[in-house]
């Protein structure tokens, strides 16, 4: 694999202390948040450590953990080891090359990119890159690119990445507020009610020893609401829209597993005889896909709808259900 390593990056700590004059764009974050971004692998501990004793000053003066930044502040940041930056992947590799044709719409403030399946949102646990890395390798000008939220690296579909620190803010205050509006199809088992249009359980993760996430409906985890709408009905599943109210780790997945009706080639909570059908159909993934978005846009405060088809593959998989008789639809 052929690496290039990230412009304007230093692997080697500051010999001296350094001066940072906070920018308008930098401004409204929080003093920890901003050393945590800039020293890169320095534990939580270290940081508050130093501004607690005062070797961390905004303009030659103590301050808090908590404080705020505003244009043109001067914060001295001491000397501290942080950890090397690692390698970019070569804007050449072919899974970074093919970002740039899935990008659906771009400008100054943010980049909105149709994530395809199979690939992560970020390296980690043993993946060299995922679709951040890719992005930065494929825009080395820009010095913040920031994911805005995410995607499970089996599913596919619209992800926003913001350009702009001030646009990121702007953008997880839209998402607190539910101010943004997403959309999925899911292809899943049996036949789902009409009149069935939201599930309601609350949602609790636990990390196995191995490592793995895997998140049940139990009373004692977090509110968790999704809203879904049949779009179309085949002989041993159904075409759903899925709109997730809040935002949980695997939401849509186990909600559509509660209800009884899991998601096609879904290996964590999926249903093994129907997943065997559907393979039979062509399909090789988890059928989940982030198909439309609707969101304020930081700059212009305009209402923008953005929407990303799903692909030949998932398509295709369609088309041969659609061939297969159909049942009668049966309310309950």
Request: charged share 30%; net charge positive; proline share 7%.
């Amino acid at each position: 694999m052929s690496l290039k390593k990230p412009p304007q990056k230093h692997a080697e700590p500051p010999a001296q202390v350094t001066w940072y004059t906070v920018s308008a764009d930098e401004a409204g974050q929080r003093l920890d948040n901003f050393l945590l971004a800039r020293l890169k692998g320095v534990p939580k501990s270290m940081i508050y450590r130093i501004v607690r004793k005062g070797e961390v000053r905004i303009n030659k003066s103590r301050c808090k953990p908590e404080y705020k930044l505003k244009e043109a502040d001067v914060v001295r940041i001491p000397p501290v080891r942080v950890a090397p930056e690692q390698a970019l992947p070569s804007p050449k590799l072919s899974q970074v090359a093919t970002l740039e044709d899935a990008i659906l719409f771009e400008d100054e403030c943010l980049i909105v990119i149709n994530k395809p399946s199979g690939l992560a949102v970020h390296g980690g646990s043993g993946l060299r890159f995922g679709l951040i890395e890719g992005l930065r390798s494929l825009r080395p000008k820009h010095a913040f690119l920031e994911l805005v939220h995410r995607l499970d690296r089996d599913t596919s579909g619209i992800i926003l990445v913001a350009k702009k620190r001030s646009a990121l803010r702007s953008l997880h205050a839209q998402l607190r507020d539910k101010q943004m509006d997403k959309r999925y199809v899911a292809l899943v088992a049996g036949q789902w009610p009409t009149n069935k249009t939201k599930v309601n359980a609350p949602l609790l993760r636990n990390t196995l020893k191995s490592g793995e996430r895997v998140v049940r409906a139990n009373p004692e985890g977090k509110e968790s609401l999704t809203r879904f709408k049949v779009l179309e009905s085949f002989r041993a599943g159904t075409l759903v829209e899925a709109e997730p109210v809040t935002g949980r780790t695997h939401q849509i997945r186990v909600h559509t597993q509660v209800a009884g009706h899991p998601i096609a080639g879904d290996d964590k909570y999926g249903d093994a005889a129907f997943d065997a059908l559907t393979k039979q159909n062509g399909l090789e993934r988890l059928f989940l896909h982030a198909r439309e978005l609707t969101f304020t846009h930081p700059r212009t405060e305009k209402r923008m709808r953005v929407e990303a088809p799903l692909d030949e593959a998932l398509e295709g998989v369609l088309q041969r259900l659609r061939q297969l008789p159909r049942p009668p639809r049966r309310e309950r």
